[in-house]
C-alpha cells in the first residue's frame, strides 16, 4: 500500500469513527513517532494506527518521553498529588530533552529501552503512552485510534 493511500484509509476511518464528512479531517505537516497525526477541527487530534504501527509508535515515545514515565513512576510510588506536565512551566524544552537523554543514557545502562519497552507494552500501556487525552485505545476496524488533545 503507498503511503498516500494508506493516509487517505487513515482518514475514511477516523471520518467514520466520528461519524463526520472525510473533508473534515486534515493531517499534520510533521509527523509524530514516525506518524501523521489526523486533525478533526483546530483543537483536536488522533493518531490512526495499525496494530504494528502503534508497537513501533509506542516504542519510540517511551524513548522520547521517559522523563514523563519517571515522573508519574515516582508520583504514583510516594503517593504525591503532582503533575509531570507542571515540569513544561518551569522548564524550557531544550532542558527536557536533555533531562530525557540522560534518563536515557540511564535505562540504556542498566536494563536498555528495549527490555523497558517490552516490559511496558506486555503489560497494556500501550493507550497510556500514545493517546495524550484520555489514555485510551480504541479499536476501529484494522486501526487503533488514539486522542492526542
Known amino acids: 500500500m503507498s503511503h498516500r493511500r494508506g ?5 475514511k476511518a477516523l471520518s467514520e ?7 473534515k479531517i486534515t493531517e499534520s505537516e510533521g ?8 486533525y478533526y477541527g483546530t483543537n483536536t ?7 504494528i504501527e502503534a508497537n513501533v509508535a509506542a516504542r519510540r515515545a517511551i524513548k522520547s518521553r521517559l522523563w514523563v514515565i519517571t515522573l508519574e513512576a515516582a508520583f504514583e510510588y510516594f503517593g504525591i498529588e503532582s503533575y509531570p506536565a507542571d515540569a513544561l512551566e518551569r522548564l524550557n ?4 530533552r536533555e533531562i ?8 540504556e545502562a542498566t536494563c536498555g529501552s528495549e527490555i523497558l519497552s517490552e516490559k511496558m507494552l506486555s ?10 487525552y484520555d489514555q485510551t485505545e480504541r479499536s476501529f476496524g484494522e486501526y487503533y485510534i488514539y486522542r492526542l488533545f
Open 7 to 11: 493516509i487517505q484509509d487513515k482518514i
Open 45 to 51: 487530534a488522533y493518531l490512526v494506527l495499525t496494530d
Open 31 to 38: 509527523t509524530l513517532y514516525s506518524f501523521k497525526a489526523l
Open 17 to 23: 469513527y466520528l461519524n463526520v464528512n472525510p473533508a
Open 93 to 96: 524544552h531544550q532542558e527536557i
Open 123 to 132: 503489560l497494556g500501556n500501550r493507550a497510556n503512552i500514545l493517546a495524550d
Open 100 to 107: 530525557n537523554a540522560g534518563i536515557y543514557r540511564l535505562v
